[in-house]
């Protein structure tokens, strides 16, 4: 079942209902950001050119967000192949529709040169450690307060996410609070690397002594221990905003675990939550969104229904294998976007502009990058 | 003349125009702070008990405006006689029409325990050696972006300032920049003390080898040189949001240095503005308002008809004396707050809501203030 170019994935009668709430109305897009030295353990993140460079690739992509271009690297965040980071999509989305973007820190290394708002968080350290996340509380609090603060002066909310490696911090705050995601969640690579994944998340789980379930009530101590600075952000930001105003919540399979330290922290910010996706999280083989989403709580999923595989340009028909999928909250954008317009941005349109910005900034072949 | 409790002081048709585009909307605000070694000047600020102190008075008012209270105090800020802030009336005004608040940091020794936009700026430097603001290009290129968005995803905006020292700044800025503001600019001391400010500015400007209108056409470098860390990011805002969307810029003799600055580098930002002040700024006698405003722009004041004498509180009887008068966006949230509610919040609503909170955090006699 289709409403303009957005699938409704799950649970489609609310589905069909949020589509009503938002369509025609005007959202601010917030991405909340994070880095973690856990997306340096080689063969994880694809989410740069190399692991040392997973650093620069959140403030980078929001510089592309509020710039359209980066100042901290040169060209833009590309995977090792080269493929160009989904922020090209957000970045697209957002411009067509005119819609506003505020970034929310949870903690980084390198900061971006852009108005972010600062939430008192650091970036993170392997989650191997059992010592993950400094300032849990802090941050968590001070993203509620923004979220209260900004659904009352807005319509409603995307908020989006860029933070590699974040996949395997969310499998094992997943873990830690009982929900089964072994084998579960994506990966911006074709071939998902679900072992290294689990292997990487029982190693943290073991350093902090938890086992499977015993922080399903204490979602603080999870992230503390096994997490990322990205998830209270961006679930402070939720339980702040989610009573007040339609949510959409921008991505794959990371999106659970924002979700159950959400539901766990306040059950109620969930009732007017949505998760907006692109058609190629949904069409994984090798994750299951859906799977890990009903274990925690009874959420509605979209599904933008982008398609390139009738582009000009390689590192853009290359998504249609499964390569990137998601991230910087690209499906979320695009369906605000399409919502916004009342359907006259289709797909289409959007791929017209995601090219236009590809030729600007990546060039007709994939562009190295480089830290300036 | 007067709309609701709104004097129109200056400008009266485009003054009355603004209300009438504001009426019953629902604007954000904007806490623009900073801080400046020039504060701690003995006898040129009264924004903190001691000198010393000034250093916390923004972060503390920032913090009451979002949380109700302060975290890097106990009490509030209050000035050497111990009468607390104007932020009691922004926060009073803000919470009685649920106006949303986001906070933009130029610049901070202390930072505040809530989200706050960061522009990439530092606390300020006494101006008297030269070299008062770094990165002031930034700083004003960030609050841009951040005013461009924040103004697209609101119906309108009132940006307010919290700067101990910064009439003196404003002052020396003014100066650099050719408007004559001596003895025009106010205190949020009864006895106005304009020699020191004098003094003070023109040491600074002496310091820079700057001549009175030397640099009129730029306002990068007189900030640089005599401003402080606030102006930019005030001027950023406006700069990006005034084209869009109403303004109203809430304070008092320093939306003048704004104003300076922002003509300077984009005239057409003004078409939209208006200044928010309140009744004891336009009532004084030891400065000039509208004397510094006409020198730069045509641009409507607006002032909200507070009234304290009937107050239950000595420390908010005082104010009928001329102390304090204006700060942290008092006027501009109490107008902002007026117009939302189409009139049904009064002068008098307003007091009820200042006092009730008064009582709470003050106490029925002044607060000392403590450093955390």
Known sequence: MKVNDVILVHNEAKAREFTRRIEGKSPLFICTVGTTETAKIPGLSAAGKYPELTDYTPPADVELLLLGRCKCILGVPVTPEGIPTPALITMSALKLANIPTIVACGGLRIKPSIPFLDLGGDHGRDIRTGAAVDNVEEILERARIAGENLAEAVDYLVIGESIPGGTTTALSVLLAMGVDAKRKVSSSMPNNPHDLKIQTAEA????????????????????THVGDPMIPAFAGLVVGAGSKTPLLMAGGTQMSAVLAVVSALRREALDNVAIGTTKWIVADKTSDLKGI?????????????????????????????????????????????????????????????????????????YMQTHVV
Do not use: C, H
């Not at 073991?206 to 922080?215: E, Q």
């Not at 999928?325 to 359907?343: P, Q, R, Y």
């Open 293 to 365: 989403i009903d274990q925690i709580a009874d959420i509605p999923i979209l599904a933008a229904d982008l398609d390139f595989s009738q582009s000009r340009f390689d590192g853009l028909r290359i998504y249609e294998t499964g390569m990137v999928k998601e991230g910087v909250g690209a499906g979320g954008a695009a369906i605000a976007t399409i919502m916004k317009s009342g359907g006259s941005i289709t797909q289409k349109t959007i791929l017209d502009e995601v090219e236009r910005n590809y030729e600007k900034l990546v060039g007709a072949k």
């Open 204 to 223: 943290a789980l073991k350093a902090s002594n938890i086992d499977f379930g015993a922080l399903a009530n204490n979602p603080i101590e999870a992230v």
